[in-house]
C-alpha cells in the first residue's frame, strides 16, 4: 500500500519549498529592477524629477492598504487552517478589495502622469520607475486573479485540504508583494524626497 | 482591422530571397516527411500518448536529445558557411555571404549552440540520469518538467521562425550588445526574434532549474544523506543553483530591452538618459555564469566517468565537491572580466582580473581529482574515458587562454579578436561538449538497452579532437596575429587567408566526426542484438543508476533501494542485497498542458514581435484558463498495483535470453565498422529496390 498520508505530507514540503526558491527568483527580478531604478532614477534628461511627480499621501495610503490587505490575509489563513469556509471567505474577500483598491489607485497615479505627458518614453528615470511598479502592479493583478479563482473553487468544492495548500502558496505571495512594496515605498517614493 | 489581426505582418514578410525560401521549404519538407511516416505507420497516436504528454523524466530526457542533436547539425551548418566565408572573402571577393547576413548567422550559430544545443543535452542528462542516481521516481514536478521542455522546444521554434516571416534574424551578436540592438539601430524584427527565443526558453530553464533543485534536495532515496550523493548529482545541483541565481536576471533584463524595443523606454538606449553600459554588465552578469551552468554537469560527468573506468573511487570526494562549489561562488562574481575594455577603471579591472585568476585554483583541485584516481587505477580505455582524456587536453589550454585573456593588460590586446573566440571554444567544446558526448556515451546502454559501437565510436573521437585542434590552434595564432571576431572580409596582405584555410579544413573534419558519431548510432542500432545489454550495468557501475534494469522501467525502480554509502550499488552488489518486495506506485498521469503553455506563450512572443496585440492577449487569456484549470485539478496520480508490477517485472525479465543473462565480456564479437555500415545500408537499398523483404533488418 502507497501510505497517502506520508506521500502527500512530503509532496507538500517539496512544493511549499519550490514556492520558495521560485519566490527568490522573482525576487531577483525585482532586485534587477531596483537597482536599475538606483541607476537611472536621476536621468531626467531635464523633465521632472521624483520629487515633482510623486504624491506622498497617495503612496503612503497605498501602503497602508496593502498592508491591512497583508493582515487580513494571514487572518483568512488561520481561518483555512480550522477550516472554517466562510470565514475564511470573507477575510479573502477583504483582502481581496483592499489589494483591488490597491491597484484603482496605483492606476490612477499612472494615468494621470500620462495624461500630464509624464509618460515612459520621456526619459529613463521615468521608463524605471513605470516599469519597478508597473512589474509589482502585474503581480498584485495576478494575486487577484488567483485569489478570485481560489475562491471561486472554494464556493464550488468546499473547503477542502489542497485548497488550504492553494491558500497557503497564495498568502505566501501576498505577504511576499507587501513587502516588495515596502521597498519601493521607500525607495521611489520617500527616497525621492529625501 | 488588418492591423488588429495581423499586426505589422505583410505579404512582404513572407520569405523571397533564396536562403529564406530554401530554409522554409527545408522545414516544410521535413514536417512533410514526418507527417507522411507517422500517418503511415499509423503512429499520430503513439506520439500524442507516449512520448509528446508524457511527463517521465526519461522520455523527456530522450526528446531533449533528439531536438538539441538536431540544433547541433543547424548550428553545425551556420558553421560550415562563416568558415567558407572566412576562407573566400579576400581582396576583391565578397565571398557568398553579404556582411549583414555574416552577422545574422554568427548571432543564430552562438545562440542556438548554447541554448539549443549545449543546454538542450545538458538538461537532457539531468532529466534521464538525476533521478535514476538518486533513487527517485520522478521529478518533483513531473507538470514543470514538460512545461520546461516545451519553453524550450517554444524557443527552438522562435528561433528558427525567421525563414519563415520576416527574413532576417538578429545581427548583434549572441548577446546583442545595446545600444546596437536597440530599435534605432536594429529597427528589423530580428533582435525581436532574439528577445523571444532567449525569453521563453529562458523561462523554461529557470522552472526546470527549480524542479531539480527540490527534487535532488528533497527526493533522495532512504540513506543517501548530501554527503553520498553521486558527483553527477552534486554537478548538477550547483549547476542549477547556479541557474536560479542569474536566469532571472536574463529574464529581466530582456524585459527591458523588450520595453525599449516595444514601448519607446529609455533603459539601454544612447538617447533619453538610458545607461548602454548597464545592459553590458546585466548580460554579463548572467552571461559568464551561464557557461559555468553548462561547464558544471561537464565535470559532473567526467568525475562518474573517470571513477567507473579507473575501478576505484573518486580520488578525494570532498576535494571535488568543494571544488565545484568553489567554481559556483567565484563564477558569480568575475563578470566585469568580459569588458575590462570598456572603460572601467584599474582598481575594479585588477579586482575582477584577479578573482578570475583565482578561479583556476577549484578548477585545478577538480582536475588533481580526477589524475589521482586514474593513478593506479585499472584504466579501461572506452570511448567515454577517451572523450575525458581528449577534454584534459583540450581544457587545460582553454583554461590557459583564460588566465592570459584574465590580465586585464593582455585583454587590452586579445579582447574581441579571434583568440578569445579559440579559448572560449577550447572551454565550450573540448569542455562542455566532449562532456556531453562522454556522458551519451557512458549512458546510453542505461538509455537504449545495447551498448554503442566502439569502433565507430573511437574514429568519431579522433575526427573531432584533429578537427579541433586543427581549427582551433591556427585561430589562436590568428587571434595573435590581431584578427579580429566576427571578420566577414579582409586583405591578403594579412597573410590570415592560410589559417582560415586549414580552419575550413578542420571543420570538415569535425564535420565527419559529427556524422560518424550519428552512422555508430545506426550501426548500433542495426547490431542492436548483439550489443544488448541485459544486466543494467555494463560498466560495473558503482551509482543507483545502474541498479535497474536498460531501459529502466517507468517507474525507474521496483524497490526504492536504501542507501549505506557513496557508491551505492557497488556495495549492494558485493553484500548481494537486492530486495524483491513490490509495492504500489504512484505514477504521474500524462498531461498536455505543457504544450498547450508552450504554444501559447510562443504564440504571445510572436505577437510581440509583429505587434499583433489581438494574438497576445487570447493567447495570454488562454494561458490563465489552462493554469486556472490544472491548478485546481485534484487528479494528477494514478496508483500502479504491487501486482501490476510484479507482473510487468516477469514480463521484462521473460523477455531476456536465458543465455544472456550473464555478462557478456566486450570483445566476444567484433563492432560493425564504418565500412560494414557502408555495405549494410548498400544492401538494405538494393533489397529495397529489388522489393525483396527487407531480409536484414
Ligand atoms: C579558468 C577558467 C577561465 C578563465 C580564466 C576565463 C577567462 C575569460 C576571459 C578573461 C574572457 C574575456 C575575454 C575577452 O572578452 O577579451 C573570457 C571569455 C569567454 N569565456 Fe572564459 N574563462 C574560463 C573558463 C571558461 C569556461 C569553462 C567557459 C565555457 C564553458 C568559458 C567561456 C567563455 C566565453 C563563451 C567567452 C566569450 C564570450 C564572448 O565574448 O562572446 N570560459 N573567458
Ligand atoms: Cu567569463
Known amino acids: 500500500m502507497v501510505n497517502h498520508k506520508a506521500h502527500q505530507a512530503a509532496a507538500d514540503d517539496r512544493v511549499m519549498f519550490g514556492f520558495w526558491v521560485y519566490l527568490m527568483t522573482d525576487l531577483l527580478v525585482f532586485s534587477v529592477l531596483f537597482a536599475v531604478y538606483a541607476v537611472l532614477h536621476g536621468n531626467t534628461v531635464g523633465g521632472d524629477a521624483g520629487r515633482d511627480l510623486f504624491s506622498l499621501p497617495l503612496a503612503l495610503q497605498e501602503t497602508i492598504l496593502l498592508l491591512t490587505s497583508s493582515f487580513t490575509c494571514g487572518l483568512g489563513l488561520l481561518a483555512a487552517r480550522s477550516y472554517k469556509k466562510w470565514q475564511t471567505l470573507i477575510c479573502f474577500g477583504i483582502t481581496f478589495l483592499l489589494g483591488a483598491l490597491f491597484l484603482s489607485l496605483e492606476m490612477k497615479e499612472f494615468t494621470e502622469f500620462i495624461r500630464e505627458g509624464q509618460t515612459l518614453q520621456l526619459n529613463a528615470f521615468l521608463s524605471s520607475f513605470f516599469v519597478l511598479v508597473g512589474t509589482h502592479g502585474l503581480h498584485i493583478t495576478s494575486g487577484l486573479l488567483w485569489m478570485a479563482i481560489t475562491m471561486a473553487y472554494i464556493l464550488k468544492r468546499g473547503l477542502n485540504a489542497p485548497l488550504v495548500r492553494k491558500l497557503a502558496l497564495l498568502s505566501l505571495f501576498w505577504h511576499f508583494l507587501d513587502i516588495v512594496w515596502i521597498f519601493i515605498f521607500t525607495i521611489v517614493y520617500l527616497g525621492a524626497y529625501s | ?697
Open chain 2, 1 to 697: 482591422m488588418r492591423e488588429f489581426w495581423l499586426g505589422r505582418l505583410t505579404s512582404h514578410s513572407l520569405p523571397h530571397d533564396w536562403v529564406m525560401v530554401g530554409g522554409t521549404a527545408t522545414f516544410i519538407a521535413m514536417f512533410l516527411f514526418a507527417a507522411v511516416i507517422l500517418t503511415r505507420t499509423k503512429r499520430w497516436k503513439w506520439l500524442w500518448n507516449d512520448w509528446l504528454t508524457s511527463v517521465d523524466p526519461k522520455k523527456i530526457g530522450i526528446m531533449y536529445f533528439l531536438v538539441a542533436g538536431f540544433m547541433l547539425i543547424r548550428g553545425g551548418i551556420d558553421v560550415i558557411l562563416m568558415w567558407l566565408q572566412q576562407v573566400l572573402a579576400v581582396d576583391g571577393s565578397q565571398g557568398i555571404l553579404s556582411a549583414d547576413h555574416y552577422q545574422q548567422i554568427f548571432t543564430a550559430h552562438g545562440n542556438i549552440m548554447v541554448f539549443f544545443v549545449a543546454m538542450g543535452f545538458i538538461f537532457g542528462l539531468i532529466n534521464y540520469i538525476v533521478p535514476l542516481q538518486i533513487g527517485a521516481r520522478d521529478l518533483a514536478s513531473p507538470l514543470l518538467n514538460t512545461l520546461g521542455f516545451w519553453l524550450y522546444v517554444g524557443g527552438v521554434v522562435m528561433i528558427n521562425m525567421f525563414f519563415v516571416f520576416g527574413g532576417e534574424y538578429a545581427a548583434t551578436g549572441w548577446l546583442a550588445v545595446a545600444p546596437l540592438s536597440g530599435i534605432d539601430f536594429s529597427p528589423g524584427v530580428g533582435v525581436d526574434y532574439w528577445i523571444w527565443s532567449l525569453q521563453i526558453s529562458g523561462i523554461g530553464t529557470t522552472l526546470g532549474a527549480i524542479n531539480f533543485i527540490m527534487t535532488i534536495l528533497k527526493m533522495r532515496a532512504p540513506g543517501m544523506t548530501l554527503g553520498k550523493m553521486p558527483l553527477f548529482t552534486w554537478a548538477s545541483l550547483f549547476s542549477m543553483l547556479m541557474a536560479v541565481a542569474v536566469f532571472p536576471l536574463l529574464t529581466a533584463t530582456l524585459f527591458l530591452q523588450f520595453f525599449d524595443r516595444y514601448f519607446g523606454a529609455h533603459f539601454f538606449t544612447a538617447l533619453g538618459g538610458g545607461d548602454p553600459m548597464m545592459y553590458t554588465n546585466l548580460i554579463w552578469m548572467w552571461g559568464h555564469p551561464e557557461v559555468y551552468i553548462l561547464m558544471l554537469p561537464a565535470f559532473g560527468i567526467f568525475s562518474e566517468v573517470v571513477s567507473t573506468f579507473s575501478r576505484k573511487p573518486i580520488a578525494s570526494y570532498t576535494a571535488n565537491v568543494l571544488g565545484m562549489a568553489g567554481v559556483s561562488v567565484l563564477a558569480l562574481s568575475v563578470w566585469l572580466h568580459h569588458f575590462f575594455t570598456m572603460g572601467a577603471s584599474s582598481d575594479v579591472n585588477a579586482f575582477f582580473g584577479l578573482v578570475t585568476l583565482v578561479i583556476s585554483i577549484p578548477t585545478a583541485v577538480l582536475f588533481f581529482t580526477w589524475i589521482a584516481t586514474m593513478h593506479k587505477g585499472l584504466i579501461r580505455f572506452d570511448t567515454p574515458m577517451l572523450w575525458f582524456l581528449g577534454f584534459v587536453t583540450i581544457f587545460t589550454i582553454g583554461g590557459v587562454s583564460g588566465l592570459v585573456l584574465a590580465f586585464p593588460p593582455a585583454d587590452f590586446q586579445l579582447h574581441n579578436s579571434l583568440f578569445l573566440v579559440a579559448h572560449f571554444h577550447s572551454n565550450v567544446i573540448g569542455g562542455v561538449l566532449f562532456g556531453i558526448f562522454s556522458g551519451i556515451s557512458y549512458w546510453f546502454p542505461k538509455i537504449a538497452g545495447f551498448r554503442l559501437n566502439e569502433r565507430i565510436g573511437r574514429n568519431a573521437f579522433w575526427c573531432w579532437i584533429i578537427g579541433f585542434c586543427m581549427s582551433f590552434i591556427p585561430m589562436y595564432i590568428l587571434g595573435i596575429m590581431g584578427a579580429t571576431r566576427r571578420l566577414d572580409h579582409y586583405e591578403s596582405s594579412t597573410g590570415y587567408q592560410p589559417f582560415f584555410i586549414i580552419m575550413l579544413l578542420g571543420g570538415i573534419v569535425i564535420a565527419v566526426g559529427l556524422t560518424l558519431q550519428i552512422v555508430q548510432i545506426l550501426a548500433s542500432i542495426i547490431q542492436r542484438g548483439h550489443l544488448r545489454d541485459n544486466t543494467g550495468d555494463p560498466w560495473n557501475g558503482r551509482t543507483l543508476e545502474w541498479a535497474t534494469a536498460s531501459p529502466p522501467p517507468f517507474y525507474n525502480f521496483t524497490v526504492i533501494p536504501h542507501v549505506m554509502t557513496r557508491d551505492a550499488f557497488l556495495d549492494m552488489k558485493r553484500l548481494g542485497q537486492f530486495d524483491q518486495q513490490y509495492e504500489d506506485i504512484l505514477i504521474p498521469k500524462n498531461t498536455a498542458v505543457g504544450i498547450y503553455i508552450a504554444i501559447l506563450a510562443f504564440l504571445v512572443g510572436f505577437g510581440f514581435v509583429w505587434h499583433i496585440n489581438s494574438l497576445v492577449v487570447i493567447s495570454l487569456i488562454g494561458i490563465i484558463i489552462i493554469f486556472a484549470k490544472r491548478a485546481f485539478s485534484e487528479d494528477s496520480e494514478y496508483t500502479l498495483r504491487a501486482e501490476e508490477v510484479e507482473k510487468l517485472e516477469a514480463k521484462r525479465i521473460a523477455k531476456v535470453p536465458a543465455h544472456e543473462k550473464e555478462v557478456k565480456s566486450l570483445a566476444d564479437e567484433e563492432d560493425m565498422s564504418v565500412w560494414d555500415f557502408v555495405r549494410y545500408v548498400i544492401t538494405f537499398a538494393m533489397d529495397i529496390i529489388r522489393n525483396k523483404k527487407w531480409k536484414t533488418w
